[in-house]
């Protein structure tokens, strides 16, 4: 019967290890922070504007009748809307701002002020040039510009809740920011190789972060976004087993559970 004891008990033992329940460890955010502690953080860099960009920009004063040029098609507007710079698209006219595209040389034509190379600049560049333009030429000496950003975007794929598009909408815009726009990465992705692909130079650069380790991420130069970058959540091993039929299947304590069953109705008839 000695060799029956044996049998059933490592079969007694892959159960036990195998249906424990235990927290995954790679669920948990930023394990290597605690109270009080403090990481070191990538240099905050703005967005800079390429060509096929799109902006709004509004023009200000103390006196409407000056800026009225600069802010055509639409001469009364509310900030707070989003621009379309389509006016069929628009049902009235306070509610929207024009768009500016940037074209393959890097500009746009702006009223009054005519052609300026867009392209290469920050948003902020860009609304102190504008400003300083219009003041200097005695256009309007108090003139406020606001530019804002319209059409940047980020992609976000794979084991996600809700994968998609994820509107930029202001400067040092992070991963982390994309993360929850799109509802967090799911239980079944896996944290600690998150993937951004990032078109540089003619080239497709690839950056992981660790979302697990503050200090990696913190620090990653991916972790202010430009726009088209694109993130990509791996799903884990259970996750990809489950796309094939009974792929999880020995994973689960009731497989074993039915092994060992056998086993020990097995040793049963040959050792009786």
Known sequence: MKPL???????????????????????????????????????????????????????????????????KPYTQVRMGYRATGNANNISNASEGLLAYTIDRQGNIEFPVLGSIHAAGLTRAQLTEYIQNEIRTRNLANDAVVTVEFINLEVSILGDVNKPGRIHITRDNFTVLDAISSCGDVAL???????KVYRAENGMMHTYELDFTNAAQTFSSPAFYLQQDDIIYVEPNKMRLRSTTVNGNAMQSPSFWISIASFLASLGVIIFK
């Open 188 to 194: 079944s992705g896996m944290r600690t190789n998150v």
């Open 5 to 71: 004891v044996k049998l059933l008990f490592i079969a007694a033992c892959a159960i036990g290890a195998l249906s424990s329940c235990s927290t995954p460890k790679d669920i948990v955010y930023f394990q290597d922070t605690y109270s009080g502690s403090a990481t070191p953080i990538a240099q905050q860099k703005e967005l800079i504007l390429r060509p096929g960009d799109k902006v709004s920009i509004f023009v200000n004063s103390r006196d409407p009748q000056l800026v009225i040029l600069f802010n």
